[in-house]
Structures are given as structure tokens and as C-alpha cells.
């Protein structure tokens, strides 16, 4: 896995047809992949925060960086996977589209407790983007 940057993303995202909706919690590896925190606001503005005191020992505020180029963040919750690409001109958010977003369909009942691993086999895949088709593992396997 290595290391990565987390994004949060205040900006709203684009939706998909019967897709989950994601929180704002995701993560890069386009930057420094130094465990800093960017924020992507609802103005379209990137701020920058390192999270690391300045030399008063408080902590540095979070800083407006002008990227330009393309973002590209993501998140797995539960069984579900978003990914995301957020267009920049100068510092300013263009547009955000979505890459791939899908989710896992497991056999059977869940297990009984959020905090159990869900150790249940995949029997198929429900992706709602880039197009909207069901794959399950027999269509997957030689």
C-alpha cells in the first residue's frame, strides 16, 4: 500500500445512478505521499496543512496552494470503492469526475457486529461507473 496523502473533499462530488454515496475522507498518492492532509473546499480552492507546529509552536494554518493538473484521490469503505479526478487551473477546482466507482456483492448474511470482518466470498461486482454492469466471478474466471 505505502504511504499517501489524505484529501478531504468538501467540494461537491458528482453523483451516480444508484451508486453509494462516499464520505469526504480519501486518499492520493499525487503529492508528497508524506501523511499530509489537503483540502479541496467548497469554494474550489487546494489547501495545504502539514499538521506540523511552526517555530511558535503552534500550529502552521492550513495554506492555499495554486496546483495545476489533475487530482486524482480515492476511498474503499465497507465494500465499496470511489475513485475520483478533480481538474485544477491555477489553484482553482475546474471540475471532478468520477474514474470508477463499484461494489463488492458478497454470499449469504453479513456477519453479526460492525466490528467483524466480513470474511463472506465475493460473488460478484456491481460497478456504476464508467458503465453500469453486474460481473460476477464466473464471468471472470478462464
Known amino acids: 500500500m505505502g504511504m499517501y496523502d489524505s ?3 468538501n467540494a461537491p462530488l458528482p ?12 486518499q492520493t498518492k499525487d503529492f508528497h505521499r508524506a501523511l499530509d492532509l489537503y483540502t479541496i473546499t ?6 495545504f496543512d502539514s ?5 511558535d509552536g503552534e500550529a ?8 495545476h493538473g489533475i487530482l486524482n484521490f480515492y476511498t474503499f469503505e465497507g465494500d465499496n470503492w470511489f475513485e475520483y479526478n478533480a481538474k485544477f487551473t491555477d489553484g482553482r477546482l475546474i471540475e471532478i469526475t468520477p474514474v470508477e466507482i463499484y461494489s463488492y456483492i458478497r454470499e449469504g448474511e453479513p456477519p453479526k457486529g460492525s466490528d467483524v470482518y466480513d ?15 453486474l460481473v460476477t466471478r464466473e464471468d471472470e474466471t478462464p
Open 119 to 133: 470474511h463472506r466470498p465475493v460473488v460478484a461486482t456491481q460497478f456504476y461507473y464508467p458503465e453500469k454492469k
Open 15 to 26: 453523483t451516480v445512478e444508484g451508486a453509494p454515496t462516499p464520505s469526504n475522507d480519501f
Open 42 to 47: 467548497a469554494e474550489g480552492k487546494l489547501l
Open 7 to 9: 484529501v478531504v473533499c
Open 60 to 67: 502552521c494554518p492550513p495554506k492555499e496552494i495554486t496546483f
Open 51 to 55: 499538521g506540523w507546529p511552526g517555530t
